[in-house]
């Protein structure tokens, strides 16, 4: 397998965090190995009646912790070495939040955009047949991701259940709520994404009121942060979409954007404000910066130009290591994806365990765990970054990999 850039990222920052824990070379290999990686042939009736194989990917980064855990992406450029990169970052993040989950994340290059509902379920449902063997509510969750949704994880888990004669609800979450889903899911990772910002403003002593956000991507996650850090005072000046978006020095009518979009129009032609392109977005003037779309955004040729205080990585792997390296020299502080965007996989949790038991619970009991789990885990991982004086991303991935190799000591090795 080739070594695409998303994977020699992931794999720069495990190195750093193994270096400053001393890890020896076999550790290091058994850390970057993954338990499994399946590749499998889906083949779909598509609607006008001809056979389309689409590829799968489904990969399991490390199980020491308990059953792996990640999303299903449907995209047209998704790629097995970007999939295996953001299964060994679902480990680490797993790791981090103390849930009893490894990472994996599963694949199929495919644009569902313009795939009817009737091919999307049969794809889907043929490629959970496909690894039916390797998931289940004790061996591999998956979840929501870039391209699928509810309906995509209800057909996942009906295909399940009717293989296994009787209906298994944990064995993926980010349900539809009648099927076992859990309250507040869906706005999950953009709360986690809030819930971090805030702690970070005050460790900073950064005043909230009047503080101004950019956030680039505004999917569910850069929309839920948005209203979240708006009913904290914040002016959110800037959003944007994969076209573009608008900004507003004085704060952009959030409303007025949210009903323009649901409307069928295009962000960037919203008639609030003024348009600006993506890469002009990094170069605002702004306190809070959220990248919340895709990966890679962050780069060496865009790094310097960013004016936050305040960087937190609504998406996954969103800076590349060099970016870093300008940001912290710069004094941005950087909250790592593994943290920030982490609330997600913390409610999925929830739901786990709310299926396992067929007991729910109340979304006021959800965002108060949540709260609580995220403010927990900000102050451990800053707690690091003081100890061995570090940045944030580097302390996030030591307490990760150390409590990895801790339950791997403690399991031992079999045979």
């Known amino acids: 397998m080739s070594v695409s850039q998303p994977v020699r990222h992931a794999l720069t ?46 990969v399991q980064h490390n199980n020491t912790l308990g059953p792996t855990k990640g999303g299903v992406r449907y995209h047209p450029d998704v790629t097995l070495e970007e999939v295996t990169s953001l299964a060994m970052l679902m480990t680490w993040k797993c790791a981090l939040m103390g849930l009893p989950y490894g990472g994996a994340k599963g694949a199929i290059p495919c644009d569902p955009r313009a795939m009817s509902r009737g091919e999307l379920e049969r794809m889907t449902r043929r490629y959970t047949t496909e690894i039916f063997l390797f998931i289940g509510p004790d061996v591999d969750i998956p979840a929501p991701d870039m391209g699928t949704d509810e309906q995509i994880m209800a057909w996942i888990m009906d295909t399940y259940s009717m293989q296994r004669g009787v209906t298994v609800p944990g064995v993926v979450t980010g349900k539809p709520l009648l099927l076992g889903g859990s309250l507040g899911r869906r706005e999950a990772t953009g709360h986690g994404v ?31 942060v948005a209203q979240q850090l708006k009913r904290e005072g914040c002016r959110i000046v800037a959003v944007t979409g994969s076209r573009g978006g608008r900004y507003q020095p004085d704060g952009l009518d959030l409303d007025r954007l949210l009903s323009h979009v649901a409307e069928g129009g295009r962000l960037e032609e919203c008639p609030v404000g003024d348009r600006i392109t993506n890469a002009e977005l990094f170069g605002l003037p702004c306190d809070i910066l959220v990248p919340a779309a895709v990966g890679g955004q962050v780069t060496a040729a865009n790094a310097d130009r960013i004016r936050a205080r305040i960087l937190a990585e609504g998406a996954n792997a969103p800076t590349t290591p060099e970016a870093d390296a300008i940001l912290r020299d710069r004094g941005v502080l950087v909250i790592p994806d593994i943290l920030a965007n982490a609330g997600g996989v913390t409610v999925s949790y929830f739901e786990w365990v709310q299926d396992l038991q067929f007991y729910f619970w109340t979304e006021g009991e959800i965002q108060q765990r949540l709260r ?19 940045d944030l991303r580097t302390a996030a991935l030591m307490i990760s990999v150390k409590r990895v190799v801790d339950g791997q000591r403690l399991r031992g090795l079999y045979p």
């Open 13 to 58: 920052q495990f190195e750093v965090a193994a270096d400053r824990l001393g890890l020896d070379a076999g550790n290091r290999r058994r850390l970057l190995a993954c338990d499994r990686i399946l590749i499998v042939s889906v083949p779909t009736v598509m609607d006008d009646g001809r056979l389309h194989v689409f590829t799968g990917y489904r």
């Open 194 to 224: 809030y819930y971090v910002a805030v702690e970070a403003a005050k460790l900073l002593g950064l005043t909230l009121e009047g503080a101004r956000v950019a956030i680039q991507g505004y999917g569910n996650v850069g929309r839920t």
């Open 372 to 390: 609580e789990i995220m403010r927990q885990a900000f102050r451990r991982v800053h707690a690091m970054a003081e100890k061995e004086k570090t």
